[in-house]
């Protein structure tokens, strides 16, 4: 049976390699168009920008973005780990395919962008962008009653199709790069979609900090579990980055922050501020809702300039525990930042500025 599965796969990845090459061949003169969308829909500025963007100027969209990448990056996380899928820039490499037709090993080109370490199915690119920009247009539709029965704009029509180029487009990015096959972004973006079709509605549900806590549990357990039950069985979990390591044409090409265990602290540490953050006093005193437009806008400036910031931050390499503790605490500190601290921050000031002015 497992024969017949690898046999199966490797019938896909040979065909889809053809596809890669075809793009590359085809669209080598526009390969920093590529680079850029790759770069810009990089499921890290859901955190970074989406995240912070969104809850200044509308908490209830921003919520439900930021629900909808934490569950999306754990999914897309044990996914990865169940399907144990190829990358095609190690997969042309380390496949007996060629070997045995005598075909030699297609000319796959890498670039800065490609090396990425953990398994390549489903796509975390176009899972979190597919989950995030259908919060971001159904939000735009819903606030325009595009959604009334009988309506007969052609807004929805539009936003739905640009929808659809949007995710074609990424997908195409990632695929250009070798850094997924297509089925694997086909994968990701139906996932994606499907996260947040589930979760539209929990801005409507009370979850306490305890809840929050625990589903921070849940998910850190759940994903430990995987990884310890792959070992018991003789798989090592963490494959893909010795593959990475060792096709990458560059090491400096290679992205540890990609790895399995970096992305669990990410999307644990978030989840575990967002509780924290949603049930403080603070957020219900000071919920960008009863903030003015310029509000909005200052409470944005100042979470995007602390994400951005975040960047720029140094772990102490002590040991991997330290180091992944480190990165917890930061995606902790930084969801909690944009719910709590920026708008207190903005609300104190405006406060003090209205007060001297009536003086």
């Known amino acids: 049976m497992e024969n017949v599965l690898t046999g199966t796969m490797d019938v896909v990845y040979e065909n889809s390699v053809s596809t890669i090459e075809s793009l590359q061949t085809r669209f080598l003169q526009q390969s920093d ?28 969209v921003g919520k439900k973005i ?17 399907l144990h899928g190829e990358r095609p820039y190690w997969w042309v490499h380390e496949t007996q395919v060629y070997n045995k037709t005598g075909i030699s090993t297609p000319d796959i080109q890498q670039f800065s962008l490609t090396c990425e370490t953990g398994p390549g199915s489903p796509s975390g ?36 199709l640009a ?12 695929v250009f790069i070798a850094a997924h096959f297509p089925h694997q972004c ?14 539209s509605n929990i801005t409507q549900q009370q979850v306490g900090v305890f809840h929050y806590c625990a589903i921070t549990a849940g998910m850190l357990a759940s994903a430990l579990s995987m990884y310890a039950f792959l070992t018991a069985i003789g798989v090592d979990p963490m494959w893909s980055v010795g593959r990475a390591i060792k096709w990458c044409v560059k090491p400096e090409y290679v992205h540890l922050d990609t790895s399995p265990f970096f992305s669990m602290m990410r999307y644990c540490g978030f989840m575990f501020g967002m509780g924290f953050g949603f049930n403080s006093k603070s957020f219900k005193q000071n919920s960008t809702s009863r903030f003015t437009l310029a509000m909005k806008i200052a409470c944005a400036i100042i979470s995007l300039g602390v994400c951005k910031l975040s960047e ?20 902790a500190f930084l969801s909690y930042m944009m719910i709590t601290a920026a708008p207190y921050i903005v609300s104190k000031i405006w406060n003090s500025n209205t007060k001297q002015k009536t003086k």
């Open 66 to 82: 930021m629900w909808v990448v934490v569950i999306a990056e754990w999914i897309n996380q044990m996914l990865k780990w169940t």
């Open 33 to 60: 168009v590529f680079f850029l969308i790759s770069n810009l829909f990089d499921p890290r500025y859901a955190f970074l920008v989406y995240s912070p963007l969104f809850i200044s100027l509308d908490w209830r």
């Open 163 to 174: 929808y659809i180029i949007l995710l074609t487009t990424v997908s195409a990015s990632r």
């Open 312 to 331: 720029k931050v140094s772990f102490l390499k002590i040991n991997m525990f330290f180091f992944y503790v480190q990165a917890f605490l930061l995606n």
């Open 125 to 160: 690119h176009a899972m979190v962008t597919a989950g995030v920009w259908y919060v971001i247009l159904d939000a735009f539709m819903e606030k325009f009653n595009f959604h009334k029965k009988g309506s007969n704009s052609l807004a929805p029509t539009i936003c739905w």
């Open 186 to 199: 086909i994968i990701g973006t139906a996932l994606g979609w499907l996260v947040a079709k589930k979760l």
